[in-house]
Nanobody, 123 residues
Framework: QVQLVESGGGLVQAGGSLRLSCAAS????????MGWFRQAPGKEREFVAA????????DYGDSVKGRLTLSRDNGKNTVYLQMNSPNPEDTAVYYC????????????????WGQGTQVTVSS
């Protein structure tokens, strides 16, 4: 199984932008659907976005649709989550995951997870 490491989190002002990265090691991301999930304190893990193995198909959670863009570079074994115009409700720990699942597959279907990166959006 691949190991995943997220980066790029931090403090951002509402209306700004932030790009999260998820880099893989120990294997290739080719062939895997890559998903992003987030979890805020006291809340359940929430689906954010997923991208097909070729990058040609994506799906987004309703709460982020139109503000986030997910892309991948299989040559670099990296997935990118571009966050535009974040708002304080986007504050959470963001996790990337890899799996052989459908784009709307539940979190339990992914077999590899990163450790998460904190995103805090100030108003």
């Amino acid at each position: 199984q691949v190991q995943l490491v997220e980066s790029g989190g931090g403090l951002v002002q509402a209306g700004g932008s932030l790009r999260l990265s998820c880099a893989a090691s120990g294997g290739t991301l080719s062939g895997y659907v890559m998903g992003w999930f987030r979890q805020a304190p006291g809340k359940e893990r929430e689906f954010v976005a997923a991208i097909g193995w070729s990058g040609g198909s994506t799906d987004y959670g309703d709460s982020v649709k139109g503000r986030l863009t997910l892309s991948r570079d299989n040559g670099k074994n990296t997935v990118y989550l571009q966050m535009n115009s974040p708002n304080p409700e986007d504050t959470a720990v963001y996790y990337c995951a890899a799996g052989r699942v459908g784009l709307r597959g539940g979190a339990y279907l992914y077999h590899s997870w990163g450790q998460g990166t904190q995103v805090t959006v100030s108003s």
